[in-house]
């Protein structure tokens, strides 16, 4: 038996035909997977925006990725023998999305603020909410969650610029299109193995910029260290509960729940970067709340 044909890949193979799988229980798991994911994500990028002036925005982007990428292949150890043309194209997709999101992203917080940024980049999941679900009811859930998100972003809309927007726009599109690669290289690939391959094209990707950019400043010991530790917070940990959440949930249902990502930013703002939290701003989760639990119950049991 070859590697393209064993149990897991067969298994996988046969959940990407059927949808997303799982009851109440299983789905439950993938919204607490996706919220992790959402704390841990906006908690690096708060930590990677102090250490800009360190590496600058596209050197901290390289050294995310590719510390993330060496971690994820010692910890998956994957194999490169087995696998399909189509396989191939899911994990170089899902590799180039990662690498000119977080590219784009960094870009923008660079120039706005880091809760617009997440707002205008959120754009992208929501529309693909929108496009990908066949219930009508799908349309109340991102009509709800875009108003939070306008409302959690409005303090900050009066400090952006156009080339800060810009980015932050084109990292939404991207993360559509990561949505979707994910999916794709999860049913494909056992385990995590998909995503390590995945990143360490994100990883090549990202590389000559950041040395253009950045330079000798990315060997410095220090810069180094807290690369490591923003790899660990912004990409290995919440990538890996991403793609084993997209297992168990819908695009659609994954899409509305990354409207929790605000939400998250705001938190790691306030911890991190020492933002408050006024009244306006807590109407505004709490609405984003609302829409991600009505999108996880009222979402299509057969994830299609």
Known sequence: MTAADSPARTAARSAASDGPRGGGRARAGAV????????SLQS??????????RAGALGMVALRLIFSALLLLLVCRPRLRGHGRRDWTAVAGLGIALGTMNSLFYQAIDRIPLGAAVTLELLGPLVLSVVASRRAVSLLWAGLALGGIYLLGAGDFESLNLTGCAFALGAGAMWTAYILFSARTGARF???????????VAALVSAPLGVVSAGGALLDPVTLALGAAVAVLSSGLPYTLELFALR????????VLMSLMPVAAAGAGFVVLGQSLGALQLVAIALVVAASVGAVRTGSPSGR
């Open 32 to 39: 607490v997977m996706v919220v992790g994911s959402a704390v």
């Open 44 to 53: 690096g990028s708060a930590v990677a925006a102090l250490l800009f002036p």
């Open 190 to 200: 056992p385990k995590a193995d998909g995503l390590a391959l995945a990143m360490a």
């Open 248 to 255: 168990r949930l819908p695009a659609a249902t994954f899409a």
